[in-house]
C-alpha cells in the first residue's frame, strides 16, 4: 500500500495516509498562549487544518492522545474538547502527563482519522 505524505516539511509531515487511515503528527500550539485552554483552542485549529489537508474533517476521527504538561488543566482542555468535538461521532481518547517540548506548552495532541 502506497503512503501519501501531507503537509511536509524539512523535519516531518502535518500527516501521513496509508490505506484508509490518517494519522496526525503530535500538535502543540504555534504560539502558545498562557492557559491551556487556549492552547487547546489553537491546537484544535491546526488539527481541523491539517484534516481539509486530508480531504476530511473530525467527524472522522478515531481515537485522540492528549498530553498534558500538568493533569490539573484537564478540566480546563475537556471544556475545549467538548465544545469542538461531534457528540455523534465520540472518539477514543487517552489522556496522558508528560514533559512538553517546552516550559511554556501546556498541553498536546495527536490524531487518527479515517478517510
Not at 42 to 67: E, F, N, P, Y
Amino acid at each position: 500500500m502506497e503512503l501519501k505524505y501531507v503537509g511536509s516539511g524539512t523535519r516531518y509531515s502535518k500527516a501521513v495516509i496509508h490505506g484508509s487511515t490518517v494519522y496526525l503528527a503530535g500538535n502543540v500550539a504555534k504560539d502558545p498562549g498562557p492557559t491551556a485552554a487556549e492552547q487547546a483552542r489553537m491546537i484544535l485549529s491546526q488539527i481541523d487544518d491539517t484534516l481539509a489537508l486530508c480531504g476530511i474533517d473530525k467527524s472522522r476521527i478515531m481515537t485522540a492522545t492528549i498530553v498534558f504538561a500538568d493533569m490539573r488543566d484537564f478540566d480546563a482542555v475537556n471544556d475545549v474538547w467538548d465544545a469542538w468535538v461531534l457528540p455523534d461521532h465520540l472518539p477514543t481518547r487517552t489522556p496522558i502527563e508528560a514533559k512538553l517540548i517546552t516550559p511554556r506548552h501546556l498541553v498536546a495532541m495527536q490524531i487518527t482519522a479515517a478517510l
